[in-house]
Nanobody, 123 residues
């Protein structure tokens, strides 16, 4: 069964850090583009946070997280990470990872999704 599973979410104070993991089972993440999306409480849609190309050579970040978040991949572990530093209350959301074979970073470019991990930034 093809699965993506996120982990690493939790409650953190403003200014704190978390590292999210996106692990795949049943298929290889090699050469697949991977993205992180988030859905804030009460928001109807997802926001693209970051994505990384299949080779790992190209990355993209939303303006709101640039300089604070870093996406990386470890193909040997079949896992993609999102290091989140200097977290803000507005980063509170359900974070989901997605995998796809296309070159874009929009939702439509990804066909496999994980259920998400909750990140709450609050004092």
């Amino acid at each position: 069964q093809l699965q993506l599973v996120e982990s690493g979410g939790g409650l953190v104070q403003p200014g704190g850090s978390l590292r999210l993991s996106c692990a795949a089972s049943g298929f290889s993440l090699d050469y697949k583009a991977i993205a992180w999306f988030r859905q804030a409480p009460g928001q109807g849609g997802r926001e693209g946070v970051s994505c990384i190309s299949g080779s790992g050579d190209n990355t993209m970040y939303a303006h709101s997280v640039k300089g604070r978040f870093t996406i990386s991949r470890d193909n040997a572990k079949n896992t993609v990470y999102l290091q989140m530093n200097n977290l803000k209350p507005e980063d509170t959301a359900l974070y989901s990872c997605a995998a796809g074979d296309r070159h874009g970073c929009s939702e439509a470019d990804f066909g496999s999704w994980g259920p998400g991990t909750q990140v709450t930034v609050s004092s």
